[in-house]
């Protein structure tokens, strides 16, 4: 494990539950960098968080029913966060939560000064859902870059997630600009987390120094 890698999961364990608000003008103030993670419901997007920030009731503990809808803030220091948004695709969603989903993210896209990237998950044996679509079609407008994990991998044969992977990677290519990318992921395994590290390390600037040493491994 390089030094990069022992200072993101250093960073990251130390993430705490800070706030969860309904609108953006209630987040903290809009400086340093943030991380958002999005998702469809059921996506795997709480194991996710909870396995990068190796702390096992993180995310699901702080999503509490009737806030399904908020937007929850980790502090990581003082000047980083991870935010996690509210998960979509619900089956049985009220057009009103979905009004408030449509206008809430792409104002949070736009306007944040502070994102650095978006991860969203996708279940890889149901990529590229139609609000998936529209989310990378966001990011790809408001010039937020975009890491895609492909979770639940170990539910797949090697052969079959590659493929997945690959047609993935083609729609990005398509449609997601310069900034988009994508991976596999299983947090059951704990497949996929150096490499989700290595992005994560590089939007919070957390290589800085490395840098000077030398280029990391990022994939
Ligand atoms: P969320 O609704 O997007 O936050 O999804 P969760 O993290 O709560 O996961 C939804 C379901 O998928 C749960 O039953 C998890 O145990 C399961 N799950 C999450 N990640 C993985 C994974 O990597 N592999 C497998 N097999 N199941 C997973």
């Known amino acids: 494990m390089d030094e ?3 200072s993101i999961r250093k960073l990251l364990q130390s993430a705490r539950f800070t706030i969860s608000v309904p609108e953006l003008r209630q987040m903290p103030p ?3 960098r943030e991380i958002a993670f999005a998702g469809r419901s059921n996506s795997g997007k709480s194991s996710a968080i909870n396995l990068l920030c190796q702390q096992r009731t993180l ?15 980790f502090e990581l220091d003082a000047e980083r966060r991870l935010i996690d948004l509210p998960g979509f695709g619900y089956a049985k969603v009220s057009k009103d939560m979905r009004a408030h989903w449509e206008r809430v993210l792409p104002q949070y896209l736009e306007r944040r000064e502070s994102l650095a990237g978006l991860v969203l998950l996708m ?7 139609p609000q998936d679509l529209v989310l990378i079609t966001w990011c790809r407008q408001s010039n937020v870059p975009l890491h895609i994990l492909l979770s639940k991998a170990d539910k797949l044969s090697r052969g079959a997630a590659a493929q997945t992977l690959r047609t993935v990677a083609a729609h990005l290519t ?7 990318s994508v991976q596999l992921f299983s947090a059951l395994k704990h497949d996929g987390a150096e490499a989700a590290y290595g992005v994560l390390a590089r939007w919070l600037t957390i290589d800085q120094e490395e840098e000077k040493k030398g280029p990391g491994s990022v994939e």
């Open 123 to 129: 279940d890889i044996r149901h990529p590229l859902k």
């Open 59 to 73: 995310a699901r503990t702080s999503r509490t029913p009737g806030r399904t809808q908020h937007l929850v803030v």
């Open 30 to 32: 809009d400086h340093g």
């Open 174 to 180: 398509r449609q997601g600009g310069s900034q988009a």
């Open 4 to 6: 990069a890698s022992t």
